[in-house]
């Protein structure tokens, strides 16, 4: 079984709807991104989390939510869906360190908003 | 500002051939560069990292930084079709956070 898995796969929506996409992960990790990948930009953080209690901005949150329910569990919402938000959003765990350490991601999720 | 500048390609190169994937940074906390390769419709994973300048080989790759010029390198050598895929190269920030290149699609031909 993987170890990051991202619950839709892929998602259509319509503009002004609330999305919310999950993220499990069982590698025990503490750390948990949340990253959209767009063509010719590469990866953009929009959120991050340490550990259940610590939840952080990244560089695009606006227009996004997020929820640490658990450990294992990191969810992104997106309150009210743009077209400009359509994208591939990826969910990556890493292990807690002073030194930089590997990410690990799921498999994405296409969110498509018309 | 930090930035990592990446072409985004596509690189089409026969098989065989020796690959030459590049990037650009301009201010590096740890001088620690990561690369990670995609797949198509999977997450990326990481290939290789080093760390200050120098090279680093595992296998048919060799990761190279010449902070003189800023440059970080991936080298693949004995290009195969299964090594097609988006090279992502990304610096490490002083808050411990990746900063990503744009990616490049490398394409290995038969």
């Known amino acids: 079984d993987a170890d990051v898995t991202q619950t839709p796969r892929n998602r259509i929506t319509k503009t002004g709807k609330r999305i919310m996409l999950e993220c499990s992960q069982t590698k025990g990790h503490d750390r948990m991104y949340w990253y959209r990948q767009d063509p010719g930009l590469g990866l953009r953080l929009i959120y991050y989390s340490f550990d259940v209690k610590d939840i952080n901005k990244g560089e695009i949150s606006d227009g996004y939510s997020v929820s640490r329910q658990a450990q294992a569990k990191f969810s992104l919402s997106l309150e009210s869906a743009i077209p400009n938000q359509t994208a591939l959003y990826f969910c990556?765990?890493?292990?807690?360190?002073?030194?930089?350490?590997?990410?690990?991601f799921g498999p994405g999720t296409r969110l498509t908003v018309l | 500002q930090k930035e990592v500048e990446q072409d985004p390609g596509p690189l089409s190169v026969p098989e065989g051939a020796i690959v030459s994937l590049n990037c650009t940074y301009s201010?590096?906390?740890?001088?620690?560069f990561m690369w990670y390769r995609q797949y198509s419709r999977k997450g990326p994973e990481l290939l290789m990292y080093?760390?200050s300048s120098g090279n680093k080989e595992d296998g048919r790759f060799t990761a190279q930084v010449d902070k003189s010029s800023k440059y970080i390198s991936l080298f693949i050598r004995d290009s195969q079709p299964s090594d097609s895929a988006t090279y992502l190269c990304a610096d490490v920030d002083s808050n411990y956070q990746l900063i990503w290149g744009a990616g490049t699609k490398l394409i290995i031909k038969p």
């Open positions: 201010n590096s906390a740890f001088q620690y």
């Open positions: 080093t760390y």
């Open positions: 990556a765990t890493s292990g807690a360190g002073d030194s930089p350490d590997t990410q690990y």
